[in-house]
């Protein structure tokens, strides 16, 4: 009888601290966040799409958003498995979650780089080592997995997440350094998960280029980020003052909303750096 009420509270318990973590993110009050986590998982496909992901005039991108909003239940829990699945599989998930903007106006090209899965995998690699206090606890992990929810599993790596962005603000020779570092400890670990990983990614980081892949993975983690604040994705049409530009990056503190965002004004080579309260979405910016 022990037994069987301990394993039907761990979900129980996971649920709460998700809500927990979703309240002090929104900064509303604990029955508001189970609200509105409760209606997130009743939602219809259609319900779940998600602002702020720019498509422009990319065919294809347009293309797999609209695929991934008509996944069946079983296809949405297959992929948040892998989401919940660190290093490895949450970035190859988050990869695939925002693929390559081809053409995002006058910004170019975003979201590219053949290494970026491989980098965003290496970043969650060396907080695993430096900071495994910010790994969410396993049965919330694994109860948010279930519910083929992607908003669930950020939830549960919220502060994980926002770390591995904040390492993508380093220089370049200490962001390897600490790369190179976390895979050296980890090859030695006694969890053959995480010695499978650091062999996986210190093969890729001899095999792969890495050049212009971390402004990739810096693209996905802005996007994953900025996405429960209804914020300006990169690749997002904005307007600052009576300008029109595109976000090419997201400016983070250590907590809450974007603080600024980096934007190309239409006409202009130079990226600026715009507070938030100085951005605003623009009425063009609807499609996906």
Same mark, same amino acid.
């Given at each position: 009888m022990t037994e069987t009420r301990n394993r039907r509270s761990a979900p129980d318990r996971a649920r709460k601290r998700a809500i927990r973590?979703? +309240?002090?993110e929104l900064g509303v009050a604990y029955s508001v966040a189970s609200r509105l986590l409760a209606a997130q998982q009743a939602a219809t496909p259609a319900d779940r799409r998600r602002p702020g992901l720019p498509a422009g005039g990319d065919e294809h991108r347009a293309w797999m958003f609209a695929a991934r909003e008509q996944r069946t239940f079983h296809s949405r829990v297959r992929d948040t498995r892998t989401a919940a699945e660190l290093p490895l599989g949450r970035a190859a998930h988050l990869a695939r979650r925002y693929p390559p903007l081809r053409d995002a106006g006058g910004a170019g090209a975003l979201y590219h780089g053949e290494g970026r899965e491989t980098v965003v995998a290496?970043?969650?690699a060396v907080l695993e080592h430096e900071s495994p206090e910010l790994l969410p606890p396993a049965d919330e992990l694994a109860w948010a997995a279930e519910l083929g929810e992607e908003a669930a599993v950020d939830i549960a790596c919220r502060d994980l997440d926002r770390a591995a962005r904040h390492l993508?603000?380093?220089?370049?020779?200490?962001l390897w350094a600490r790369v190179e570092a976390a895979l050296a400890a980890v090859d030695r670990d006694a969890d053959r998960r995480v010695r499978d990983a650091a062999i996986v990614l210190g093969r890729e980081l001899r095999s792969t280029s890495l050049r212009g892949s971390v402004d990739g993975a810096r693209h996905i983690l802005d996007a994953?980020?900025?996405?429960?604040?209804?914020?300006? +994705?990169p690749g997002a049409r904005v307007l600052v003052g009576e300008r029109a530009g595109t976000v090419v990056g997201v400016c983070w503190g250590p907590s809450g909303p974007p603080v600024g965002y980096r934007v190309r004004l239409d006409g202009e080579?130079?990226?600026?750096?715009?507070?938030a309260p100085g951005v605003h979405k623009s009425d063009f910016d609807s499609d996906r």
């Open positions: 973590a979703l +309240a002090a290496m970043l969650y993508l603000d380093l220089d370049r020779w200490q994953l980020l900025v996405e429960p604040y209804d914020g300006g +994705a080579s130079d990226v600026r750096a715009v507070t």
